[in-house]
């Protein structure tokens, strides 16, 4: 009985005592997160840009409410989803889809006169900013609207080189150019500004196969003047965008907190390991590293994008930091920022593309044939981005190409020329 009763005794002591570390080692965690830590230079930092660079609230409101009018776009019609899957790559099977399917051409656009009507709209109005709060769900379906838009704006203008109306397709590639232009330079957040790269590099690709359709003579007069200027720095800078993404998260990650309800002890604890401008200041942070880095003409952007990755993969590789402080917000951080960088590499090959499709005019012009194309690469003044090359020549598709900064294997873009 005497060494049961020791065993009992000892075997309370050992829980008893692993228990009062447990709940020591709880109350030390609590007591190191108790308070979060104030917004830093470069939290500051970030909302100076974006309270400076985004439209007025007012502004914004009236935006989102005409953005969520328009956030139920009809379904696609069937020769719209056949459109849209030929054409999601502009390339050799697009073109051989536009030059099969005349008549449903001719039907699709006979059919789609509103949302013509309301993409020429969108285009002669301009842009006017991102709404203010941000709202996902409208924006979804304002985008979806303008995808098709300009999808079906392009190929009125592939119709229209049939008849050599080269002076209403000048018009016509000039208003979507200058537009996406103006979303890619002006935007506030990244959803944006990735759709604004998507758009532009679509308008170069498809705008090449209707120049490729007009006469030599008829092409001249029609390609825009601005596809010849280079994108500029602002747009190409991602300042605003990241401030923007900065200030997105921030309000998200408030609002999160305002509706969560502490019912029970593991509740506290998981609130309570999770500092919201912490895990902000050092999202701030790596958005302000980007900017500082990425502020380079565009001769070193591919070399700047370099240390870019770099410095990600350096994180990578550190892994999580070890610490008892917001453990919870420095798991959500670095997990999330291994995916921004790539979103820079997009934006800097829009450029490319741009070069790509003002290449294959000027050597159409000249009157080059295929088997002259590869010669006259070499000689060109215009040279792949990144790399200062002569563009490539893919003798088997008949296409000028380059490989962009994005990840593999979207990073391969090429013109039929």
Not at 133 to 152: C, F, H, S
Not at 268 to 287: G, P, R
Not at 346 to 375: C, F, M, N, S, Y
Request: glycine share 6%.
């Amino acid at each position: 009985m005497i060494i049961k009763n020791r065993f009992l005794r000892g075997t309370l002591w050992t829980v008893a005592g692993t228990l009062g570390v447990v709940v020591l080692c709880c109350l030390t965690l609590l007591a190191i997160n108790w308070r979060d830590r104030p917004p830093s230079a470069a939290a500051l930092e970030m909302q100076r840009i974006f309270d400076a660079t985004h439209p007025g609230a007012a502004h914004h409101n009236a935006a989102a409410a005409s953005s969520a009018a328009a956030a139920a776009p009809a379904e696609q019609s069937g020769p719209m989803q056949a459109l849209a899957s030929a054409c999601g790559n502009v390339g050799a099977e697009c073109l051989r889809w536009l030059e099969s399917n005349e008549k449903m051409i001719d039907t699709l656009l006979a059919s789609s006169g509103p949302l013509l009507d309301q993409y020429q709209r969108t285009l002669r109005s301009g842009y006017s900013g991102d709404p203010y709060p941000y709202d996902a769900r409208a924006w979804l379906g304002t985008n979806k609207d303008q995808t098709e838009g300009q999808r079906l704006w392009l190929l009125l203008a592939w119709q229209l080189a049939a008849s050599q109306d080269a002076q209403t397709i000048e018009d016509m590639l000039s208003q979507d150019l200058r537009f996406w232009r103006s979303v890619l330079q002006s935007c506030s957040y990244l959803s944006s500004k990735m759709i604004a790269a998507a758009q532009l590099k679509k308008h170069f690709l498809f705008g090449n196969l209707v120049l490729r359709r007009l006469p030599a003579g008829a092409a001249i007069s029609a390609r825009p003047d601005h596809w010849s200027e280079a994108l500029s720095a602002e747009e190409l800078s991602m300042a605003r965008v990241w401030a923007g993404e900065y200030d997105y998260v921030r309000l998200a990650i408030a609002d999160i907190e305002r509706s969560q309800e502490q019912h029970d002890l593991e509740q506290l604890m998981a609130a309570q390991l999770f500092q919201s401008q912490d895990t902000s200041n050092q999202q701030a942070e790596l958005f302000g590293n980007y900017i500082s880095i990425m502020d380079v003409p565009f001769a070193g952007f591919a070399a700047a994008y370099a240390k870019v990755q770099a410095a990600d993969q350096e994180r990578q590789d550190n892994g999580i930091p070890l610490s008892p402080y917001n453990p919870v917000g420095n798991i959500l951080f670095t997990i999330s920022a291994q995916s921004y960088a790539p979103y820079i590499a997009r934006v800097g090959d829009v450029e490319g593309i741009r070069r790509l499709a003002v290449l294959a005019d000027e050597l159409r012009k000249r009157g080059l044939t295929k088997d002259q194309v590869a010669t006259a690469l070499r000689d060109s003044d215009i040279k792949a981005p990144f790399s200062g090359q002569p563009f490539d020549w893919d003798a088997a598709q008949g296409s000028i190409a380059f490989t962009g900064l994005a990840p593999a294997p979207r990073n391969r873009y090429s013109v039929i020329y």
